[in-house]
């Protein structure tokens, strides 16, 4: 959700200073206080809602759960862990099993597992909605206005008689005294604890409307078939009969996962910090968050080519308007983000996201205060570096941003960050700093990120793969130095070529510019022969990583071999039974444009084309197609192939969204930096460097490069960036 507690300055008018100042006294640090309320039962749709709100101790524990806490070991055990072995000590062994019985629990805890003299408490997560669509509730008999999906939600909860009498709900616009900057910021060093401490938490997808109960029901459905290893049956089953599961239900899964709460940044700590104790509710209708994410999780690994064949059947037979594609953001956001930031938050792991990662999550979501990209993921920051990130409102957006690249050096004692920045974001940041919100950034062009395709290959390259993928740099430790400008930063390195060449730059995401093409002048392969330089080129275009992070091999020339078109390999994938491959009509063309706009980048004297045919050898595997095909489609990304000055191949970043005069051109140089694990395209300026961002050089990955530097090919020198 968009928390109050970074935006509300901007609409303070909803309540009025005085009444905020009644309603609220300063929160006793010392007794770890929050506020929290009560919501008084209704059973009227139009009567005002009514709350009291009161201060409550989180050291004031019961004596039951006091001398639990004396009497278990809960050494290593997160809040999570704890409240889950507090639960099994209270509950009746022979009950505690049953699916009902732990539901009613999990989301109204009977008094006996209340751990607080006062009672117990859920937070809840939501989005803030339009700041000028406002209704009114009374809270301890005062008139405060909140926005329209928050007053809807503590209505729903007043309508069923929730979070009353022992069990209380934490809400950020009204448990934060939202005229007290300080206090605001305060409470968002809190996050993790006041989400992490409760007993739930409460995500409010809004009301329940757009047959969003059967979208519910179907991801349910999905969750328990994921039990049973039925993946292709069922695939094959909807293939037959679209209305196999149900009518209806994926047109109204689609709508549920286009509401606006997941595009909010603020519901990933919230749920993070919930883990299996977060319950997603539209309306009365709710389901546990892990279920949820069982059902997408099938979804994305079972379902994921019949997918759009059921629910554009189901636009047409419901008559609806919408266009026939699924909106899979907020799919790949559960899938590959908050489903296995759940987990480790529930198994108390102690990984946490690396900058590029927190970045990706930053890129994709939406926040109303730009310096939120980096508060409202602080509980998901290795507290070693969110200790240098305390929130200060006074900071302009600029100034949040570049300290938070420090903190990262600083925290981690490498110059990783750096592979994230270029002097092309909004806020004007100095180019070695990331700008998180630059617009271009893809997490997909990663190469340590999930590949995409078959569950199989989805399943290699996943979760747990490392952020450090190369070497450039071979384990050399930074100097890097803040000097008294902030903007600048002062380190080593190393020039060890430049760009000659590049290949057409992309226009968005379908198109590239042909007569953007720069050819190298003069260009002989470092690697050898031609026969050597084809296998530098596979390896270029897959960046010598492929799934599981494992480097390529003699088997991944094979990429030669994907036809330029969809049309001279569809009947070749369909007499080979590649079904996988046979279905990527709607996805073919990056790669056929992406053919065919640089069939004459020049290699020397060899144009790109020369090196495929489009002809796939009788003994070619699906296995290798497939991967080569995820592989090279990642790796074009938001780059550009490049040639070298002295002879290399690579890739160069490419800035999606600029200007062609701002973008990166021969004659830019490429550096190993001290400290960081990929080379960097640079660029002078003035009397300092700028960073234009992350470089692919084919054969100086892993470092050859620093054995180059200790026989005194280059030499160090000292970097000012600025």
């Not at 751990?115 to 008139?143: C, H, P, Q």
């Not at 709508?255 to 519901?267: A, C, K, S, T, V």
């Not at 409102?393 to 110059?415: D, W």
């Not at 592989?631 to 890739?651: D, F, H, P, V």
Request: with cysteine.
């Amino acid at each position: 959700m968009i928390l109050l507690i970074a935006t509300f300055h901007d609409h303070q008018e909803n309540i009025p200073f005085s009444t905020m100042s009644q309603l609220y006294s300063p929160l006793k640090k010392n007794e770890d206080e929050i506020r929290l309320i009560n919501i008084l039962p209704t059973s009227t749709d139009t009567g005002v809602v009514h709350c009291r709100l009161k201060t409550y101790s989180l050291k004031a524990y019961c004596h039951n759960y006091r001398e639990f806490m004396s009497t278990t070991s809960l050494v290593d055990l997160n809040k999570r862990q704890i409240i889950s072995r507090w639960t099994q000590s209270q509950a009746i062994p022979d009950l505690f099993a049953l699916p009902p019985i732990r539901r009613i629990h999990a989301t109204r805890p009977p008094p006996s597992y209340h751990r607080f003299e006062w009672g117990d408490y859920a937070a809840l997560s939501y989005v803030w909605g339009d700041a000028e669509k406002t209704s009114t509730i009374m809270i301890n008999n005062r008139t405060i206005e909140v926005t329209q999906n928050l007053e809807k939600a503590l209505r729903e909860f007043s309508k069923q008689a929730e979070f009353n009498h022992g069990f209380h709900l934490w809400v950020d616009a009204i448990c934060i005294n939202q005229n007290d900057r300080k206090e605001r910021e305060r409470q968002i060093r809190r996050m993790r604890d006041i989400y992490g401490n409760s007993w739930m938490v409460v995500g409010w997808l809004g009301e329940e409307h757009d047959r969003s109960s059967s979208a519910i029901q179907l991801v349910r459905d999905l969750a328990a078939l994921g039990q049973h290893s039925c993946g292709e049956k069922v695939e094959a089953a909807l293939s037959a009969e679209m209305g196999y599961l149900g009518g209806g239900c994926w047109l109204a899964l689609q709508e549920l996962m286009e509401r606006p709460y997941w595009d909010r940044l603020w519901i990933i700590q919230e749920i993070v910090m919930g883990a299996w104790s977060t319950w997603l509710r539209c309306g009365s209708t709710y389901i546990e968050w892990e279920s949820f994410c069982a059902g997408v999780v099938f979804l994305q690994e079972h379902l994921w080519l019949v997918k759009d064949d059921v629910l554009w059947k189901e636009i047409q037979t419901l008559n609806s308007p919408r266009g026939m594609g699924w909106t899979i953001t907020s799919l790949h956001l559960v899938y590959h983000d908050l489903a296995v930031l759940s987990r480790l938050s529930e198994e108390g792991s102690n990984e946490y996201l690396s900058f590029g990662r927190l970045l990706d999550l930053a890129s994709n979501t939406e926040c109303t205060d730009p310096r939120d990209k980096v508060y409202s993921i602080a509980a998901l920051i290795d507290p070693h570096i969110a200790q240098y990130l305390t929130p200060d409102y006074s900071q302009t957006t600029s100034e949040v941003y570049t300290t938070a690249a420090k903190a990262f050096i600083q925290g981690y004692q490498n110059l990783e960050p750096l592979r994230e920045a270029n002097p092309w974001g909004p806020n004007k940041t100095p180019s070695w700093v990331a700008d998180w919100q630059y617009g271009p950034r893809d997490r997909w062009s990663r190469v340590e990120s999930p590949l995409w395709g078959p569950e199989w290959l989805v399943r290699q390259s996943t979760i747990g793969a490392p952020y450090i993928t190369y070497c450039a740099s071979k384990g050399t430790r930074h100097d890097a130095t803040f000097l008294d400008d902030p903007r600048l930063l002062q380190c080593t390195g190393f020039i060890v070529d430049s760009i000659s060449g590049l290949s057409a730059y992309a226009i968005g995401y379908f198109k590239w510019s042909q007569n953007s093409v720069i050819q190298s002048a003069q260009w002989h392969s470092v690697y050898g022969n031609h026969e050597d330089t084809a296998r530098a080129l596979y390896r270029t275009l897959i960046s010598d990583r492929v799934s599981g992070m494992q480097r390529a091999s003699e088997r991944h020339a094979a990429i030669f071999h994907l036809p330029s078109t969809f049309e001279k390999a569809s009947k070749q994938f369909e007499d080979r039974s590649w079904r996988w491959l046979a279905a990527q009509e709607l996805y073919y063309f990056r790669w056929e444009e992406f053919r065919r706009v640089n069939r004459n980048f020049m290699f020397g004297n060899v144009p790109f084309d020369q090196f495929f045919t489009d002809d796939i050898p009788p003994d070619a595997s699906e296995r290798d197609l497939v991967e080569l095909y995820s592989c090279a489609e990642r790796s074009s990304k938001n780059r550009r192939l490049m040639t070298t000055s002295n002879g290399y191949m690579g890739w160069a970043p490419d800035n999606a969204n600029g200007s062609r005069n701002a973008r990166v051109k021969d004659g830019d140089l490429i550096a190993i930096i001290f400290g960081c694990s990929t080379p960097i395209v640079i660029r002078p300026y003035r009397r300092y460097y700028r960073v234009l961002g992350e470089a692919y050089v084919q054969g100086l990955m892993d470092g050859e490069a620093i054995g180059a530097l200790e026989a005194g090919k280059y030499q160090p020198q000292q970097f000012t960036f600025c």
